[in-house]
Nanobody, 120 residues
Framework: QVQLVESGGGLRQAGGSLRLSCAASGIIFSINNMGWYRQAPGKQRDLVAVITRGGDTTYAAPVKGRFTISRDNAKNTVYLQMNSLKPEDTAVYYC??????????????WGQGTQVTVSS
C-alpha cells in the first residue's frame, strides 16, 4: 500500500508564487516518473509537468518558463514551484507517481489533490 500526500495549495493573486509538495509513503522499492496534473472545473485532467528518476523534465506549453518541477529521491518527494501565476492556473493539482512496490509490480498512484486558486 502506497500513499501520495500533497501540500502547499492555496490562494494567490496573479503574479504570485506557490510551491506544491507531494510525498510518497508506504512500501516503496523505487519511484520512476513523478508528475503533476491539474483539473479545472468542467475540464479534463491535464499534464502540467513530469520528471524522471534521473531528473529529466517535460512541461506543458502553458506553464513552460513559469513552473519548475523537481524531486528528492531520498525523501520520495516531488515539488512544483509555480511562479508568475495566472488566473488560468486555477485548478485542483494532483500528484502522480509510478511506484515500484515489489520486484515485479509497479503501481500508478495519485494524490488526493490540492486546490490552487489565482485571483486577478
Amino acid at each position: 500500500q502506497v500513499q501520495l500526500v500533497e501540500s502547499g495549495g492555496g490562494l494567490r493573486q496573479a503574479g504570485g508564487s506557490l510551491r506544491l509538495s507531494c510525498a510518497a509513503s508506504g512500501i516503496i522499492f523505487s519511484i520512476n516518473n513523478m508528475g503533476w496534473y491539474r483539473q479545472a472545473p468542467g475540464k479534463q485532467r491535464d499534464l502540467v509537468a513530469v520528471i524522471t528518476r534521473g531528473g529529466d523534465t517535460t512541461y506543458a506549453a502553458p506553464v513552460k518558463g513559469r513552473f519548475t518541477i523537481s524531486r528528492d529521491n531520498a525523501k520520495n518527494t516531488v515539488y512544483l514551484q509555480m511562479n508568475s501565476l495566472k488566473p488560468e492556473d486555477t485548478a485542483v493539482y494532483y500528484c502522480n507517481a509510478a511506484i515500484r512496490t515489489s520486484f515485479t509490480r509497479t503501481t500508478d498512484s495519485w494524490g488526493q489533490g490540492t486546490q490552487v486558486t489565482v485571483s486577478s
